[in-house]
Nanobody, 122 residues
Framework: VQLQASGGGLVQAGGSLRLSCVASGGTFRSYSMAWFRQAPGKEREFTAGIGRRGFDTVYAGSVEGRFTISRDNSKNTVFLLMNRLKPEDTAVYYC????????????????WGQGTLVTVSS
């Protein structure tokens, strides 16, 4: 499975961005999906996850209420809508896939996409 993330850019604090991750080379609906992020000088961290059917989601505490993960299985795409962005949200954002019904934090991801950079100015 190949994952291609896009949608990053420069945005002012308080603004919004929507990231997309398109999957190819596999059966997208067989995978739960997630977004991770890595800020400069920090380790990569879990941000949001979604189950195969799109009904089950989980978020890191730092983004809950501001970010929304969703998926469109007909387009092999997972999205991350980011609202009320803060400078501390600045990071490279990665999408990842697990061949499980529900996304499991702490369980190895089988596939990773390349990152897309989000920069939030104050």
């Amino acid at each position: 499975v190949q994952l291609q993330a896009s949608g990053g850019g420069l945005v002012q604090a308080g603004g919004s961005l929507r990231l997309s991750c398109v999957a190819s080379g596999g059966t997208f609906r067989s995978y739960s999906m997630a977004w991770f992020r890595q800020a400069p000088g920090k380790e990569r961290e879990f941000t949001a996850g979604i189950g195969r059917r799109g009904f089950d989601t989980v978020y890191a505490g730092s983004v809950e209420g501001r970010f929304t993960i969703s998926r469109d299985n007909s387009k092999n795409t997972v999205f991350l809508l980011m609202n009320r962005l803060k400078p501390e949200d600045t990071a490279v954002y990665y999408c990842a896939a697990q061949k499980r019904m529900f996304y499991g934090r702490g369980i190895n991801n089988e596939y990773w996409g390349q990152g897309t950079l989000v920069t939030v100015s104050s």
